[in-house]
């Protein structure tokens, strides 16, 4: 089956530093994965879309990785800020109807 | 464009009781789907509409659970005989067919007593 997985430990970290968040999938490659970030009692809202022909893609201070071999996604958020805390979701679409499979989320927190 | 609306935000209901959610998409995407998400954990497909028929339901969603997409405007899920395992938030999200971007909604956290 398809699956997600994703660091479930919370990842702590200085402001200003580079956060570096992981996510690893099973079975084949998707044809694209994308990042939510949802904050507590929130839904998640869309960050990013990477396909699988893309080796890399930026928006601002977030990068995205896509590498097939690995069968993994890494989220980087650099020059992080306290307002940057949330947890960070990796879903990847399933079946014709591209509904979602989300990892657990990783739960990042950015520390002044 | 408001984005994803949910209604209400928050229910509270004792076990056995029937519960309805809404949700209403962003006006013109014909895309929408309902996902369950407990505590710790990521969001988990339930149901697919496009426009107003319902094309995919999980083995998750079980005979206690309905959804509705009349018109193929707003949505609504309702819950039978509700369960303490239905406790969780759930979420609606709406796209449009040439997007594969999914808008989620605030959620509706359901607490079954």
């Known amino acids: 089956s398809q699956k997600i997985e994703q660091n479930s430990e919370a990842l702590n970290i200085q402001e200003g530093k580079t956060a570096t968040l992981t996510c690893n999938y099973t079975?084949?490659?998707?044809?694209?994965l994308q990042w939510y970030r949802q904050d507590p009692g929130r839904g998640p809202v869309f960050l990013l879309l990477?396909?699988?022909?893309?080796k890399e893609k930026r928006k601002e201070r977030l990068k995205v990785t896509f590498d097939t071999t690995l069968k993994q996604s890494l989220f980087h958020i650099t020059a992080s800020q306290p307002a940057d805390s949330a947890t960070y979701l990796c879903?990847?679409?399933?079946?014709?109807?591209?509904?979602?499979?989300f990892g657990a989320g990783t739960r990042l927190a950015v520390h002044p | 464009d408001t984005g994803v609306s949910q209604n209400p935000r928050h229910k509270i209901t004792k076990r056995g009781q029937n519960v309805t959610f809404r949700c209403d998409p962003i006006?013109?995407?014909?895309?929408l789907y309902w996902y369950r998400q407990t505590l710790g954990q990521g969001p988990e497909f339930l149901t697919y509409?496009?426009?107003?028929?319902?094309?995919?339901k999980s083995r998750l969603l079980s005979d206690r659970f309905s959804a509705e997409r009349p018109k193929g405007s707003f949505s609504t899920l309702e819950i039978q005989r509700t369960e303490q395992g239905d406790s969780a938030m759930y979420l609606c999200?709406?796209?449009?067919?040439?997007?594969?971007?999914?808008?989620f909604g605030p959620g509706t956290r359901l607490l079954v007593l």
């Open positions: 999200a709406s796209s449009y067919s040439l997007e594969e971007t999914q808008y």
């Open positions: 079975n084949y490659s998707p044809a694209y």
């Open positions: 990477i396909r699988e022909n893309e």
């Open positions: 879903a990847r679409i399933s079946g014709g109807y591209n509904k979602l499979i």
């Open positions: 006006s013109e995407h014909n895309r």
């Open positions: 509409f496009q426009n107003e028929a319902q094309l995919e």
